[in-house]
């Protein structure tokens, strides 16, 4: 169990200080120039491309959930008991906090950033969404994409599915998600990716954190419910990806 607590709570902290390194980068310092399309896909691929690599690291030990939501759809698929998947909530909030606190002491060494302007890869809604969504939509826009992301995570790791390709599939499904999800609310999907961020930079994006953690994890319900309806005799194990 140890080795399980420790591999989530290093996997989030790797997945926020790289993912949303690149988030901070293309859109608060403007590394991807006057195209916000390119901040998008270049934001996008990195948080696939960092999932895929720690699914196949990191899957034989804890099954690289590093999300709050995969583990609350794992919980209710009935392949963790609770005890478990409150421990590897507390190891994937504690290291979606100290990969952010991370980042921050990275970018704070430069004279361009500013915690207030520049950010850190923050979600929101209203004025800090790009479209500036409202609280409904941003609510309704988190839940379906976790869904589908948790939906995917659960279908992949069954006892049916090919374990070889399934860090694949979750890492591409992720950059779908970041896609369309990005110039909406900046996409969370996952409560400590947004939690860690939001207690550094503060205000607006602390005082909206809460729909980032609320959302995925009813996303990451209804996606169990989903694939009870689509496997109703899927295995009782997450098997490792």
């Known amino acids: ?15 926020v200080y790289f993912a949303v390194g690149v988030a901070t980068l293309s859109f608060g310092f403007g590394t991807a120039g006057s195209s916000y399309a390119a901040g998008v896909v270049a934001t996008a691929l990195a948080f696939g491309l960092v999932l895929l690599a720690l699914a196949y ?7 690289c959930h590093v999300n709050p939501a995969v583990t609350i759809g794992a919980l209710v698929a009935g392949r963790m008991p609770l005890v478990e998947a409150a421990g590897y909530w507390v190891a994937q909030f504690v290291g979606g906090i100290l990969g952010a606190l991370l980042l921050w ?12 302007t520049t950010g850190l890869g923050t979600d929101g809604w209203g004025a800090a969404s790009h479209v ?8 309704l826009t988190e ?25 694949l599939v ?3 499904s992720l950059s779908v998600c ?14 400590a990716r947004s939690l860690g961020p939001a207690l550094i930079v503060g205000g607006t994006a602390l005082n909206q954190v809460w729909l980032f953690i609320v959302a995925p994890l009813v996303g990451g319900i209804v996606a169990a419910g989903l694939h009870f309806l689509i ?9 490792p990806a």
């Open 105 to 116: 002491g990275t970018f704070a060494a430069s004279p361009l950033y500013s915690r207030s």
């Open 1 to 15: 169990m140890v080795r399980k607590l420790a591999a989530e709570l290093l996997g989030t902290g790797f997945l």
């Open 57 to 63: 690291v990191l899957g034989p030990i804890s099954g």
């Open 231 to 239: 496997f109703p005799k899927a295995g009782p194990s997450l098997r």
């Open 178 to 191: 970041h896609l369309i999800g990005i110039p909406i609310t900046g996409t969370s999907v996952n409560p």
């Open 132 to 139: 500036h969504i409202n609280m409904g939509g941003a609510f």
């Open 143 to 167: 839940v379906v994409l976790t869904t589908l992301f948790v939906f995917v995570v659960l279908g992949v790791t069954s006892k049916t599915a090919n374990a070889a390709t399934a860090g």
């Open 170 to 172: 979750i890492g591409l």
